[in-house]
Nanobody, 123 residues
């Protein structure tokens, strides 16, 4: 079992930045691929970014490519999502998740989820 807790969400103006953190506890964090998803009001949860066990490789949704950066520090059992050049359409609840697979993009591939953190981008 892995427990995940997100933090770092908040209200920011368009063009601003936020860094989300995902603190993991339980089984060895480095044994899991990690991903970030988001869910806007009235919409389905969607994939944002994923990173391999070691952090060597990453993968992004087209909508955030070049603006968001996923990373992890296995020594600290923590994952991150650096979000730059934020847009109002990035407003959503952001979730981190852990998967036995690496670079997974489907919700069904992820075994463990955090409770989510709200990100609101004002225009």
């Amino acid at each position: 079992q892995v427990q995940l807790v997100e933090s770092g969400g908040g209200l920011v103006q368009a063009g601003g930045s936020l860094r989300l953190s995902c603190a993991a506890s339980g089984r060895t964090f480095s044994s899991y691929g990690m991903g970030w998803f988001r869910q806007a009001p009235g919409k389905e949860r969607e994939f944002v970014a994923a990173i391999t066990y070691s952090g060597a490789r990453t993968y992004y949704a087209d909508s955030v490519k070049g603006r968001f950066t996923i990373s992890r520090d296995n020594a600290k059992n923590t994952g991150y999502l650096q979000m730059n050049s934020l847009k109002p359409e990035d407003t959503a609840v952001y979730y981190c998740a852990a998967a036995h697979r690496s670079l997974a993009t489907s919700i069904s591939d992820y075994n463990y989820w955090g409770q989510g953190t709200q990100v609101t981008v004002s225009s």
